[in-house]
Structure formats: structure tokens, C-alpha cells
T-cell receptor
Framework: DAKTTQPPSMDCAEGRAANLPCNHS???????VYWYRQIHSQGPQYIIH???NNETNEMASLIITEDRKSSTLILPHATLRDTAVYYC???????????FGEGTQLTVNP | GAVVSQHPSRVICKSGTSVKIECRSL??????MFWYRQFPKKSLMLMAT?????????EQGVEKDKFLINHASLTLSTLTVTSAHPEDSSFYIC????????????FGPGTRLTVL
């Protein structure tokens, strides 16, 4: 699976959009971009995934660049409960083994 | 999303004893489950892949005789830490693969193991 690079930490004001970047320059054509988050002392929570088109669900939006070498997870209106470590993972499928990097610690401030 | 449960959520045991952790898929059948371990302030590390009805596949460096995995049914996988020692203290998390077109993996809430 391709390696991903994320900033170690980010801050966001409550109510504002949180934009979390991820670089995956070695992604292969059949690899998806998955986003999970882990709130302290809990198991990771699936957020969203995409192949090449932008995706949106009730939790977030995923914007993937045309060359697929990077992506951005957008939480449109961040709340305090969105404070967590966000992991960007590249994999052929989520059902196969996932390799977690260090992720981005997002802190939403009041 | 699909629900995965773990039991117990927290366990404290004495050194040398064995501890069993259960992972259940509550609303779907999971042919494949995964076991991860997470040390404080570290990321998740995959320990093994568990396939229903067959032997688990362990990651390099994970002792299969120490971490026994059984996946006897489509909704239950167990991890037994045998002869636990203080260095086995960690956060153990299981996940299950939902066999749909998206093939997404969902995680349990984790089990905090403390070995005294």
C-alpha cells in the first residue's frame, strides 16, 4: 500500500470548517483513499473513502486532486466532539490489512 | 455503519495468567477480522488477520503461540494473550470487514489490558 504523509497536528475553531490534508504521491491506480478517526481511548471510526471522485456523506467531504497524489478531508462545521486523531490510509480495499501512520491530531477549540 | 463490539472493555490481570478478548460483529457476518495493538501515544499496529474457519495470519514479529486467535464463527473472533507479562499491557482493538461493494472495515471500541 502507498505511504501517506499528514501534518502531526492542526487546530480549528468550533463552528468553522476543518480541512485536513494528506499526501499520497505513490498511490496506485486501484488504491482507494480512506479516512478514519480515533477519539481518545476508543477504536477508530470510519469516516469516508474515495477512489478519484470527490465524495460527501453525513460526516465529511473528501476532495481528491485530479492526479490523486493528495486529498483533503473537510469537516464543514467542526464541533468539540470532532477532536481526534485523523488517519489517512491508502489501500486497495478497506477490507484488506490497513497500515496506520501517525495521523493528524485535530483539536477543535471553543 | 456496522457495529463491532469487544469484551471486556478493560481487564487487569497478574503476570503469567492468560486473558481472552472477544470481538463480535453484531449486525453482519464477518469472514475476516483483524486484531491491532496500540501502545500509548502510538499508532495502531496490525497483529494478525483472522479468517473464519482457518488459521490466522500473523504479522512479522508477532508470536503466534503467545497471541492465540480463534475465529470459529462468522460473528466471533477471540484473542487470547497467553502467559501475559507487563510488556503485553496495551490497547487491543479488533476490526471486521463488511463484505459489501465498498468492503469497508469497522472497528471495535478496544480492550485496555493491564498486566501487573
Amino acid at each position: 500500500d502507498a505511504k501517506t504523509t499528514q501534518p502531526p497536528s492542526m487546530d480549528c475553531a468550533e463552528g468553522r470548517a476543518a480541512n485536513l490534508p494528506c499526501n499520497h504521491s505513490t498511490i496506485s491506480g486501484n488504491e482507494y483513499v480512506y479516512w478514519y478517526r480515533q477519539i481518545h481511548s476508543q477504536g477508530p471510526q470510519y469516516i469516508i473513502h474515495g477512489l478519484k471522485n470527490n465524495e460527501t456523506n453525513e460526516m465529511a467531504s473528501l476532495i481528491i486532486t485530479e492526479d490523486r497524489k493528495s486529498s483533503t478531508l473537510i469537516l464543514p462545521h467542526a464541533t468539540l466532539r470532532d477532536t481526534a486523531v485523523y488517519y489517512c490510509i491508502v489501500s486497495r480495499t478497506s477490507g484488506s490489512r490497513l497500515t496506520f501512520g501517525e495521523g493528524t491530531q485535530l483539536t477543535v477549540n471553543p | 455503519g456496522a457495529v463491532v463490539s469487544q469484551h471486556p472493555s478493560r481487564v487487569i490481570c497478574k503476570s503469567g495468567t492468560s486473558v481472552k478478548i472477544e470481538c463480535r460483529s453484531l449486525d453482519f457476518q464477518a469472514t475476516t477480522m483483524f486484531w491491532y495493538r496500540q501502545f500509548p501515544k502510538k499508532s495502531l499496529m496490525l497483529m494478525a488477520t483472522s479468517n473464519e474457519g482457518s488459521k490466522a495470519t500473523y504479522e512479522q514479529g508477532v508470536e503466534k503461540d503467545k497471541f492465540l486467535i480463534n475465529h470459529a464463527s462468522l460473528t466471533l473472533s477471540t484473542l487470547t494473550v497467553t502467559s501475559a507479562h507487563p510488556e503485553d499491557s496495551s490497547f487491543y482493538i479488533c476490526s471486521a470487514r463488511v463484505p459489501t461493494s465498498t468492503d469497508t472495515q469497522y472497528f471495535g471500541p478496544g480492550t485496555r489490558l493491564t498486566v501487573l
